[in-house]
């Protein structure tokens, strides 16, 4: 079946680092996203990997993918208070007609506090 | 938001009346998608459209019907309203040549 679970909530201090987790059961998934969700308005999508990659990086975002163990990572580097928001991982699972079906998680309140 | 735009941005709604949400596009995208969002559950697949004059259900399309007469617009409908369909609604836009799908701003829909 198709699911991606992430935990609720991550709390941390500016100027820290914030690292955001996601697990997925689908193992023929195709491509892994985040998007990020400000208070009151629509998904920015952050990043994706394809899934015959190990890490991205883009500027102050690293995701890494580990195949073996089913998990997507997120980290962001210097987290400052405007990177407070829900951040969604999701996947596109292989055998989703080629329409591309985004399955989501519920979703990671980060908190960054001073 | 890429290029996507939603209206209404709220409404409410007594059960049993109808609306439709309205999601347009002017970035000539062939893929539109309509998802729910509801608390501790992230978003889920109504209905899609992979062109103009073109539908298929997702995952939770029951109460829900939808239309692609041009291709830059893609209408939600909602004939009977239930409770259960207070949701933020969210439509999304894909071009066939990218795995990258671009969300418009949301409606946030309550039926009392």
């Known amino acids: 079946g198709e699911d991606v679970e992430q935990s609720l909530f991550l709390s941390v201090r500016e100027g820290d680092s914030s690292v955001i987790n996601c697990t997925y059961t689908?193992?023929?998934?195709?491509?892994l996203y985040w998007y990020k969700q400000e208070p009151g308005a629509g998904l920015q999508l952050l990043t994706y990997?394809?899934?015959?990659?190990d890490m991205k990086q883009d500027q102050r975002l690293t995701v890494l993918l580990n195949k073996k163990d089913k998990h997507l990572s997120l980290r962001i580097a210097d987290t400052q208070t405007g990177d407070s928001a829900i951040y969604f991982c999701a996947e596109i699972p292989m055998f989703s007609g080629g329409y591309n079906k985004l399955i989501f998680g519920a979703g990671t309140r980060l908190a960054v506090h001073p | 938001n890429a290029g996507v735009t939603q209206t209404p941005k709220f409404r409410v709604l007594k059960t049993g009346q109808s609306m439709t949400l309205l999601c347009a596009q002017d970035m000539n995208h062939e893929y539109m998608y309509w998802y729910r969002q509801d608390p501790g559950m992230g978003l889920r697949l109504i209905h899609y459209?992979?062109?103009?004059?073109?539908?298929a259900k997702g995952e939770v399309p029951d109460g829900y019907n939808v239309s692609r007469l041009k291709k830059q617009n893609f209408l939600l409908g909602l004939e009977s309203a239930a409770p259960s369909q207070t949701s933020v609604y969210f439509c999304?836009?894909?071009?066939?040549?990218?795995?990258?799908?671009?969300f418009g701003p949301g409606t946030r829909l309550t039926v009392t």
């Open positions: 689908d193992s023929s998934s195709t491509y």
């Open positions: 459209s992979v062109g103009e004059g073109t539908t």
């Open positions: 990997i394809f899934s015959n990659m």
């Open positions: 999304a836009i894909r071009t066939s040549r990218s795995y990258e799908q671009y």
